[in-house]
């Protein structure tokens, strides 16, 4: 009789496992599917007249557009819509969506100038972010002095968080690219990027699912505290 409770505990046990990593996969995947509409929408969007002011004064500074990209008053009007895209948080208040960052280099190239100003965003964006979740777990602990959490726990929540946050840094839309060629024959290149806040949450939900099972209420209390810090 025992056995067959203990078999009965472990099955449902695995099928509750399933089913919420089956639900944070969806999630992800709804995600994914409202930032392919949201940039279909940004695509089609008039640039604004504010853009093109701005385009005109960028145009006379001799900067210019690669090959295949849209025209600087198209990029400017996106990186704006990204910018003042909102979302509701965890508890429900209204946040900026995205997080836009630029990064700038002079380069002998037109392309190792656009790599290392892509990189120079999406860095800043990285270790931002880096900082910020490990100040919310950090809170999350010195708030809650019933928590079991101990430093190794949340030293090992925030290097998984790390990763979520590179693996999520792949998928970030490119706003705006421009460059110029200055006197010297050297190529100075802008990158403007967003990066999609809610993904990371929904990333951080499927890929600590299971060691939320292991530790418990715990680690879910770390999790819900990233989850509600206003990051930016």
Do not use: H
Not at 80 to 85: A, H, I, M, P
Not at 180 to 189: A, D, W
């Amino acid at each position: 009789m025992k056995k067959i409770v203990l078999m009965l505990c472990l099955a449902i046990a695995a099928s509750t496992g399933f089913a919420q990593s089956a639900q944070s996969s969806i999630e992800i995947a709804k995600q994914q599917k409202k930032l392919r509409e949201f940039n279909m929408k940004v695509l089609n969007q008039e640039p604004t007249k504010d853009a093109k002011k701005q385009a005109k004064k960028l145009e006379k500074e001799k900067w210019v557009v690669p090959a295949g990209e849209r025209p600087i008053a198209q990029q400017l009007t996106a990186t704006q819509l990204y910018g003042e895209e909102y979302m509701l948080d965890e508890s429900g208040n209204a946040t900026k969506r995205f997080i836009i960052r630029s990064g700038m280099s002079t380069s002998g190239t037109y392309n190792s100038g656009y790599t290392i100003a892509r990189n120079q965003a999406a860095n800043e964006i990285a270790a931002s972010l880096k900082t910020q979740i490990a100040a919310a777990v950090q809170s999350k602990m010195d708030n809650n002095q019933t928590s079991a959490v101990d430093a190794t726990t949340a030293e090992r929540f925030n290097q998984r968080a790390k990763s979520v946050v590179d693996a999520c840094l792949t998928n970030v839309q490119q706003t705006m690219v421009i460059y110029r060629r200055l006197p010297n024959g050297n190529f100075e290149v802008q990158v403007s990027i967003a990066f999609d806040k809610n993904e990371l949450y929904a990333r951080l939900k499927r890929d600590l699912m299971k060691d939320m099972e292991k530790e418990g209420d715990e680690l879910n209390d770390l999790v819900d505290g990233v989850l509600k810090a206003n990051l930016q």
